[in-house]
């Protein structure tokens, strides 16, 4: 939602019916704008080519792929709902989606943000991240399916955490190895580890509480209020660290966003094993989005957590 250049007209970007349903939703009272102004590609993504519309004074941030991944935007609506329930958090609303076309589109409110910096907007971060795991639910899931990045991420319910996250997450990311060839090393190792998950809980029981599920620092920035603003979620319920552990993954996040979190919810014993555990998944992600410069790092992981639980 950060604007950018390469301004261009909308003949040079978007087909007919695309122009057509954003220009109506740019409009008022049911009536279509006559042209749009503008068109600023925005760099960034690696999914969906997003780009920022304007008519007069009305804008919006418009992500677009193609057609046959209208779940995928689906699927990031909901989560900003879900989101846009912590009074903390600002969140963009959603201005409509749908498929012109060949392209499925989503149109978000335009923010003006910036990047998450500084000793302060890091612990007022912090503090906001931790409000919204304060929102809990009854199980762990979700009531739909969704993506992280562009790979499908399933959420049915399960009765425990460790079943949920060996079920849900780890066995679907080896499944999807496996279909693109990597070394069948790795998958076994993997499925041993998944099968010893509950060795890794025994003291640690989480509540359900409600994720981003994909926080790394290109998803979050602050909004010109200072507020913490989230975007491109994954959302599910579940262990408030596997957030935790995804913002320390890439980095980028300052220091003092971490240390404000665990001011206002500490973490407990064993919470730097579970990191690594919940990096995983991530780095499975990436292995299987895009490919063996993540293989290393993934087996290195997967023999750490092995050795740790005495497999």
Known sequence: MLSGSGMISGQQI???DLDAALRALLGSDGDAVA???SISEVGGGSISRTMVVRSGQRRCFVKLNDARLAAMFAAEADGLAALAACPALRVPRVCGQGVSGRHAWLALEHLALAPLRGHAAG????HALAAMHRITGSHFGWPRDNFIGSSPQCNAAQPTWPLFFARQRLLPQLELAKRHRQPG???????????ALPALFVDHQPQPSL????LWSGNAALDDSGRLALFDPAVYWGDRETDLAM???????????H????EAWPLTDGCAQRKLLYQLYHVLN????????????AERMVGRLLAEIGD
């Not at 994720?211 to 994909?214: A, E, S, V, Y």
């Not at 990436?286 to 790092?297: E, R, T």
């Open 247 to 257: 913002s320390e993954l890439f980095g980028g996040f300052p220091d003092s966003f």
């Open 259 to 262: 240390a404000a979190y665990r």
């Open 185 to 195: 090393r790795l998958i076994a190792s993997g499925e041993r580890l998944a099968d």
């Open 35 to 37: 042209a749009l102004d």
């Open 123 to 126: 612990a007022a971060a912090g």
């Open 286 to 297: 990436h292995l299987n989005l895009f490919g063996g410069g993540y293989l290393q790092q």
């Open 211 to 214: 994720l981003h599920g994909d």
């Open 14 to 16: 978007l087909d007919a």
